[in-house]
């Protein structure tokens, strides 16, 4: 598929600025928010949007190897270096695999939700120390997702399901972590799993990623981490026992009193490892 042609500007209306015609009069401009012109994306993304679509189409199966560059441009009417960067952005999605050597070449990937989920934290994790993204960001689509997942946990946890949500509820601290926040939020991530459902997981286990990351641990006093401990205790057993709104209702106190503790003055760190 050949890139689309950069759009044209239609005859006789300027995009910018007034325009001297033949008799030397101006000719009507035209605001340019009213031109419906469509931005061309760059031959490369065209490319990588065709082979996308093709591998998450099933088209081009898992393990499979790509033509080589050569034979792709000359699929796609395009050069050689723009397949190569087209082959970077899906290589950065962990669409594409590319191997070296006599048996190498470039081959599909099959998409790996762990490792989403660790690119949208790690994303999240820049943003949020921008003006872009703020904490409350994060902890309000928490507030929104976490206790419908409390819910759903609750109506479709097996038995080991429930087992590995009250084994995280009660984990022992780690002595490399006295304040027990890593665990904490390993129950969090117990939870969300624990509704069966991909999506929520995966909007969900950024969000704590960039928390688990940012928090300045150290100045939390462990009487605060024995409360959430409790809380914990308290949502697991409302699980266990199937009673979803008890669950639903009982994770959205949890959140809301966890909030003052992300908020605090001093308590959000720039440093990537929570120190």
Same mark, same amino acid.
């Given at each position: 598929?050949?890139?689309?042609?950069?759009?044209?500007?239609?005859?006789?209306?300027?995009?910018?600025?007034?325009?001297?015609?033949?008799?030397?009069?101006?000719?009507?401009? /035209?605001?340019?928010?009213?031109?419906?012109?469509? *931005?061309? *994306?760059?031959?490369?993304?065209?490319?990588?949007?065709?082979?996308?679509?093709?591998? /998450?189409?099933?088209?081009?199966?898992?393990?499979?190897?790509?033509?080589?560059?050569?034979?792709?441009?000359?699929?796609?009417?395009?050069?050689?270096?723009?397949?190569? $960067?087209?082959?970077?952005?899906?290589?950065?999605?962990?669409?594409? +695999?590319?191997?070296?050597?006599?048996?190498?070449?470039?081959?599909?990937?099959?998409?790996?939700?762990?490792? /989403?989920? $660790?690119?949208?934290?790690?994303?999240?994790?820049?943003?949020?120390?921008?003006?872009?993204?703020?904490?409350?960001?994060?902890?309000?689509? *928490?507030?929104?997702? @976490?206790?419908?997942?409390?819910?759903?946990?609750?109506?479709?946890?097996?038995?080991?399901?429930?087992?590995?949500?009250?084994?995280?509820?009660?984990?022992?601290?780690?002595?490399?972590?006295?304040?027990?926040?890593?665990?904490?939020?390993?129950?969090?991530?117990?939870?969300?799993?624990?509704?069966?459902?991909?999506?929520?997981?995966?909007?969900?286990?950024?969000?704590?990623?960039?928390?688990?990351?940012?928090?300045?641990?150290?100045?939390? @006093?462990?009487?605060?981490?024995?409360?959430?401990?409790?809380?914990?205790?308290?949502?697991?057993?409302?699980?266990?026992?199937?009673?979803?709104?008890?669950?639903? +209702?009982?994770?959205?106190?949890?959140?809301?009193?966890?909030?003052?503790?992300? @908020?605090?003055?001093?308590?959000?760190?720039?440093?990537?490892?929570?120190?």
């Amino acid at each position: 598929m050949a890139p689309t042609p950069p759009p044209t500007t239609p005859s006789g209306i300027s995009p910018a600025g007034p325009a001297t015609g033949s008799s030397g009069r101006a000719t009507r401009t /035209v605001p340019a928010a009213q031109l419906r012109v469509q *931005r061309v *994306r760059p031959a490369y993304r065209q490319v990588a949007d065709e082979l996308r679509a093709q591998i /998450v189409g099933g088209t081009l199966a898992a393990g499979e190897r790509l033509p080589n560059e050569a034979d792709l441009a000359r699929a796609f009417g395009v050069s050689r270096s723009t397949v190569r $960067e087209a082959l970077r952005v899906l290589a950065s999605q962990h669409l594409v +695999e590319t191997l070296r050597g006599v048996q190498g070449g470039s081959f599909v990937a099959s998409p790996d939700p762990a490792q /989403v989920v $660790e690119d949208m934290g790690g994303a999240l994790g820049v943003l949020v120390m921008t003006p872009q993204l703020r904490l409350h960001d994060l902890l309000e689509a *928490r507030l929104l997702l @976490e206790p419908s997942a409390a819910r759903l946990a609750a109506q479709r946890a097996d038995a080991e399901t429930v087992e590995a949500i009250h084994t995280a509820a009660g984990a022992p601290r780690d002595p490399r972590d006295p304040s027990g926040f890593v665990g904490h939020l390993d129950f969090h991530t117990t939870v969300l799993m624990a509704t069966g459902n991909l999506m929520i997981t995966m909007m969900g286990q950024p969000a704590n990623d960039v928390l688990r990351t940012r928090l300045r641990r150290v100045g939390v @006093e462990a009487a605060e981490w024995d409360r959430v401990d409790e809380w914990h205790r308290v949502i697991a057993g409302h699980i266990a026992a199937g009673e979803g709104e008890a669950a639903e +209702e009982a994770m959205r106190d949890h959140l809301i009193a966890l909030r003052p503790l992300y @908020e605090r003055d001093g308590l959000w760190t720039e440093d990537p490892l929570g120190r």
